[in-house]
């Protein structure tokens, strides 16, 4: 390709992502329903005919929210892939990943809100749920394997209980007193989640193994508000 195409190529990229993080922003901020095509011209600086250009509608900019991270959820695929780690530990280090983001990344955030909303958007919205549960689903069959589920724990309906526990859990705990402090809430969570799970439950010498996987600084963000 042409060093001209590239450029073009770049620009293009530049602008979507500009568009895609101010829509986010008033998707939180307003919902669905209160944020215009003109509103998001505003917020971006760019015209509506650019918006127009790059995504066609104002139904499909809200789905490439959702799908930038919502419903594809690239920090996935690193913690789940990594070698060398137990499986529940891997679960809890992916738990924190998805919990992270959906505290401080507006992108993510503006993700739940129009799922939350998507009765009143005139389009499919995708939801994460299938995702996470089959990851959840995997991880917890090689820890069935490797003897470290309790007796009875079933990983494909104990995923999906996980998940919906997960998901209710990260979305309420920003409207509770103290809710800035995810990473604490997150802990207790588990604490109570591994009594269940573990066969020889140790539920804090696990969690703590898992916590030390985390890199330095990113266990407990203040997030970012919009």
């Known amino acids: 390709m042409s060093e001209g195409g590239t450029e073009v190529q770049d620009r293009a990229r530049a602008t979507r992502k500009v568009l895609l993080e101010s829509a986010a922003h008033l998707f939180v901020e307003r919902g669905y329903a209160g944020t ?8 971006s600086g760019k015209t509506s005919g650019a918006i127009y250009f790059h995504y066609s509608s104002k139904e499909k900019l809200a789905l490439a929210v ?4 919502f419903a594809t959820w690239p920090q996935l695929a690193a913690p789940y892939a990594a070698p ?10 992916l738990s924190f990943g998805v919990a992270r983001s959906l505290s401080e990344d507006v992108v993510a955030r503006a993700g739940v809100r129009l799922w939350a909303e998507r ?3 005139e ?22 394997r490797r003897g470290e589920l309790a ?32 990473g604490e809430r997150l802990d207790q969570w588990w ?16 969690l703590a193994r898992a916590r030390a996987r985390i890199p330095v600084g990113r266990e407990d963000p203040a997030p970012s508000r919009t």
Do not use: Y
């Open 36 to 43: 215009s095509v003109n509103d998001i011209s505003d917020h």
């Open 84 to 93: 060398g780690v137990p499986p529940l530990e891997k679960l809890i280090v």
């Open 66 to 69: 959702v799908r930038e991270r």
């Open 191 to 206: 604490l109570l989640m591994l009594k269940s799970l573990q066969r020889d439950a140790d539920p804090a010498a696990l």
């Open 123 to 144: 389009a499919t919205v995708p939801t994460p749920f299938g995702v996470w549960v089959l990851a959840a689903t995997r991880l917890l069959a090689q820890a069935r």
């Open 151 to 182: 007796e009875g724990v079933e990983p494909s309906a104990t995923a999906v209980t996980l998940v919906c526990a997960f998901f209710g859990h990260c979305t309420l705990t920003d409207e509770l007193p103290g809710g800035h402090a995810w």
């Open 119 to 121: 009765r009143g958007i």
